[in-house]
């Protein structure tokens, strides 16, 4: 997924006020650990998914509220702006609980 220019730049975002918020909090985490760990996962195979996609497709819920939630809510004690992660949490929200495949193929005859 990090292969995806638009992806990895989302990515960084994401990991940049996840950083920004935990140095605010007391924790010794700094951007380049965060970043390392974005190139470790630039690493694995282009087959490899994450957890919370593998729960999409099984359609159980998903981990989101718990892994970007600290962060928005976090941000907003510490007066740290968290735009993307904000972002990416709304639409998560959006989303159905239950994954159907949806495709533009599935709507043609080939």
Known sequence: MLGDLNVR?????LADEAVAVARAE???LTEERARSILEWMGTLSPGATTSMLQDRQAGRPLEHEALLGPVVILGVKRGIPTPTTRTILALLHALPLVAEPVSCLSKISL
């Open 9 to 13: 730049s989302l990515a960084i975002e």
């Open 26 to 28: 007391g924790v010794a």
